[in-house]
């Protein structure tokens, strides 16, 4: 009994092994050069978040941090267990179901803020905490509440604040870029296994304050992202309005002084109205005779052309001398004259 434990304790992967191999999935998916929904990259990330899943809870189970010691207190070989959640959320935010995206960010946010507050209380790093929660409040969809009740005023942008933001971006940016020059200098010595205590302590306090950086820029781009989603799921459930129904054409009718005047001497004209404007407007729309469709020509005149065209394809077609002869100097005439020679009055 006692052997088959021991054999099933040497099986289970360790905390460092469940770390890295989490760690490897996400930077493999950063620098794959297929899109990230494809198959063979979710299948990573899956089990890179499985991994990571498993090794934070084991980290929960040994209790290996607390806001009773300092950071000098914790061992190297733990320090990396700190930028855990972090590594766990970044891949979190790699999964791409739609349906379920709202979950995702907001796990992933929960991760991302676990993180902060763990480095917060080992003063690792100045840096300004982040609001636990981070909602939009959904405004009534019914028209008749939103009518009675005024639009706010845009409020004017505090450009003291947006000036504050934007140098603390900045300052996070340059921080980042010197911790990623640094760490380049010392993963070659960590991945040969040269380094000392002192260098892989340098190398994972250094990986602490990159992900710190990367932790506040990606909960801001996460707070806009919850905020967008959330407008879209009230979109979804409020119920579409009914059209409003076409009313049928009213009736011609003409009015009188009163019921009386028109009981007793009539209506005032020779009759009513026999058809309205939409009936009018249909009636010579059919017959072609309204402005924009042209000024129908007159049955004579219909008549008229008809004959001539059909007199003269039959003197064509008798080989009439008269008709064939006018007909090639009408084409010479043509072959010596460009088209509107003598027009003297319209200069053509």
Known sequence: MASAEAEAEAEAPRLSELLDGGWKSLEEVENCAEPTGSSPVQVKVKRGIKQLEEALSMVEQLDLFSRNEELDEVATADLKCLFLPAVLAALTLKQVNVAQRLDHVQKARRHFMD???????????????????????????????TS????????QPDLIAMATQRQAKIERFKQRKEAEAKLAELRTAVDGGSADDEVLR???????????????????????????LQRMDVLKQTPAQPSHPRRPPMKPFILTKD???????????????????DDWYDQHRKKGCLPDQGIPQSTADV??????????????????????????????????????????????
Request: charged fraction near 35%.
């Open 259 to 277: 019921a009386v005047q028109a009981k007793v001497f009539g209506e005032g004209y020779p009759s009513l109205p026999t058809m309205t404007v």
């Open 303 to 348: 008549d008229a052309e008809e004959r001539e065209r059909e007199e003269k394809e039959r003197k064509e077609e008798e080989d009439d001398e008269e008709a064939l002869q006018k007909a090639r100097d009408w084409d010479n005439w043509k072959d010596t004259h460009r088209r509107g020679y003598g027009n003297r009055k319209n200069m053509g």
């Open 115 to 145: 993180f902060l507050r763990r480095c917060k209380d080992y003063n690792i790093s100045s840096f300004h905490m982040p609001a636990e929660n981070e909602s939009v409040e959904t405004t009534p969809t019914d028209p008749e509440s």
């Open 148 to 155: 009675s009740v005024p639009t706010p005023r845009p409020q």
């Open 202 to 228: 340098e190398f994972y306090l250094l990986q602490v304050r990159r992900w710190i950086t990367i932790a506040i820029e990606e909960i801001d781009s996460i707070n806009q992202e919850i905020q967008i």
